[in-house]
């Protein structure tokens, strides 16, 4: 615990002779009579407090006061006598002090020789004096007492205010920040606006041309397939013709014919990509055989694209859980996507096992490989890799193949060597167990080939 402050009565001379001066204590003595001033002078000559020795600033009437205390407000403490020029002249400059001048921080100590003229009680309860002292009893102990705490008082009410004005002016600065903040977050939130309302704008015109879209697609679905129609029966019965008159011809036929074939392949592609962009495939999932599913599709390349050798490994009763019809499309797609790019003479082998909690589906060629720049991007729309030039392809193939996994909730993955081949992973959820529907695949109508005229090529674009 701290000790209480010493008041200090020795003389002057007592303190280091190396301390800095420090200023005195500005005390005013307002009275009449010469002999208190001198009185007051004696007794302050010789005492400090807290270092300080104190300085006497005298007036003899509360006029003489009144103009001392318009030049110096920050005078801490003043002696007032009562009576002078007239008898309640001191209690006037009170009133003056206080109300006029609105000084509230000096300290009055009021001593008068005649209290009578002023009773303690009325004085005390009627102005706003802060000591009240006989100089009959005003020992110089006494006054020392009264000045000490006076200037005690001076201090803490100086103090109080100063913290309240830099409390004031800290107030006033945080306001400004929050002012500032308060702007700032108003003009971001006007920004956000702007942007929300931009990107509605964006999205709404990006839906308005995803409608302009299907309504094109629709109509070159619907427009172009009679005249498409059209020119392969022409084809077809001018190669019946010319098989005995010029068997030349007939290789010329087929060419219109397979690219034909082919326009109609990239048109179901279209319808069925925006169809699976647009989420208005809806799955029926089932438990069906995913080796039965797999041997269907290899039969149908084998007959196909007899140029590659196919391979098949799955284990016996491997079920898996999902709509058929969209994963034979994988897989005949995948399949054809390794004939694509594979040279003829090659192996392509399709592999499936439960893997973890999951069927694991690979598709693997002995194609030219996808850079390894491109394994990234393989599966977005558009997308075609930097060797797939000069191979006709669209760069839907691979996206759509993504879409229909996704929508099965499983994952589709390249490993991919240039020159070496590529191997394609798509893994899904296996059947519940037992209590789950089943069905046969060749029940279902997945036993059939697939003509070239329907199946989707979703390869052929994203390599």
Not at 67 to 79: F, G, R, S, Y
Not at 186 to 203: F, H, V
Not at 415 to 440: H, K, N, Y
Request: proline share 6%.
């Amino acid at each position: 615990m701290a000790e209480p402050r010493k008041l200090s009565l020795k003389p002057r001379g007592d303190a280091s002779a190396h301390a800095p001066a420090a200023p005195p204590w500005p005390v005013l003595i307002v009275d009449d009579d010469e002999q208190v001033h001198q009185m007051t002078r004696v007794v302050l000559r010789d005492l400090s407090y807290m270092g300080r020795p104190f300085k006497c600033i005298e007036a003899t009437s509360a006029a003489e006061a009144a103009a001392i205390l318009d030049l110096q407000p920050e005078i801490p403490v003043v002696l007032l006598d009562v009576v002078m020029e007239t008898p309640d002249a001191g209690l006037r400059l009170v009133r003056h002090i206080r109300e006029e001048l609105g000084n509230r921080r000096i300290r009055i100590i009021l001593r008068t020789g005649q209290p009578g003229d002023a009773p303690e009680r009325d004085v005390v309860l009627g102005y706003d004096i802060n000591d009240y002292k006989s100089k009959s009893e005003l020992t110089a102990q006494k006054m020392f007492t009264a000045l000490v705490g006076a200037l005690r008082a001076w201090n803490d009410i100086t103090t109080i205010e100063r913290l309240n004005a830099e409390l004031a002016g800290l107030n006033n600065a945080l306001e400004r920040k929050v002012e500032e903040r308060t702007a700032e977050l108003r003009e971001s939130n006007l920004a956000l606006d702007r942007s929300k309302t931009r990107a509605e704008t964006a999205l709404l015109r990006e839906t308005e041309a995803k409608g302009q879209l299907r309504q094109f697609l629709s109509m070159v679905s619907h427009e172009f397939r009679t005249p498409l129609a059209i020119i392969d029966s022409s084809a077809q019965m001018l190669r019946i013709r010319v098989e005995k008159s010029d068997p030349g011809g007939v290789a010329r036929l087929d060419t219109i014919r397979g690219g034909v074939q082919r326009l109609l392949g990239l048109i179901d592609t279209c319808l069925a990509d925006e169809q699976l962009e647009s989420g208005r495939i809806v799955l029926h999932e089932k438990s069906f055989d995913i080796g039965p599913m797999i041997e269907v599709a290899l039969s149908h390349y084998r007959v196909a694209s007899p140029t590659h050798r196919y391979c098949a490994q799955f284990t016996p009763g491997l079920a898996v859980w999902g709509d058929p019809g969209m994963i034979a499309l994988v897989i005949n797609n995948l399949v054809g996507n390794a004939v694509k790019y594979s040279p003829a003479g090659s192996d392509i082998f399709v592999a499936a096992a439960a893997d973890g909690g999951d069927v694991a589906i690979s598709v693997t060629d002995q194609g030219m490989g996808i850079p390894e720049e491109d394994q990234d991007n393989i599966f977005e729309r558009f997308h075609r890799a930097a060797n797939s030039k000069g191979i006709p392809g669209s760069g839907i193939g691979l996206h759509m193949v993504r879409q229909i996994v996704e929508m099965h909730g499983g994952t589709v993955t390249v490993q991919s060597q240039l020159q070496r081949g590529s191997c394609f992973t798509v893994r899904l959820r296996p059947s519940p167990g037992p209590g789950a529907e089943g069905i046969d695949p060749v029940q279902d109508g997945l036993s059939a080939p697939v003509p070239d005229d329907t199946v989707l090529d979703l390869g052929e674009g994203n390599r």
